[in-house]
Nanobody
Framework: QVQLVESGGGLVQPGGSLSLSCAASGFTLDDYTIAWFRQAPGKEREGVSCISSTTGHQYYADSVKGRFTISRDNAKNTVYLHMNSLKPDDTAVYYC???????????????????WGQGTQVTVSS
């Protein structure tokens, strides 16, 4: 049974940093593409970042490029999202999602991902 559990959310001041973790179970992490999506109040859910299976290629939304970094630790079956220079606009519930195949430039399409975590809240505020 595929399971994804996010952690690491919280309250941080603008300009601060936060790292989210996505602990995966029920499958071999290296065989899956893992992505992060987020949804802010009153806004549509959007793709934040992705690390593809097989290639390990990383993708980022323009809004987070240069500030966020996605990484994968296969030994711990965990994917991380390191977030720097956080802005109030980054406030959202962040979801970890998985797909059992490599993805390319359409990584942001939500219907590619069948498995979703419960989400973790990130609030950027002074």
């Amino acid at each position: 049974q595929v399971q994804l559990v996010e952690s690491g959310g919280g309250l941080v001041q603008p300009g601060g940093s936060l790292s989210l973790s996505c602990a995966a179970s029920g499958f071999t992490l290296d065989d899956y593409t893992i992505a992060w999506f987020r949804q802010a109040p009153g806004k549509e859910r959007e793709g934040v970042s992705c690390i593809s299976s097989t290639t390990g290629h990383q993708y980022y939304a323009d809004s987070v490029k240069g500030r966020f970094t996605i990484s994968r630790d296969n030994a711990k079956n965990t994917v991380y999202l390191h977030m720097n220079s956080l802005k109030p606009d980054d406030t959202a519930v962040y979801y970890c999602v998985a797909a059992p195949f490599p993805v390319g430039r359409t990584w942001w399409v939500q219907k590619l991902y069948k498995n979703w975590g419960q989400g973790t809240q990130v609030t950027v505020s002074s």
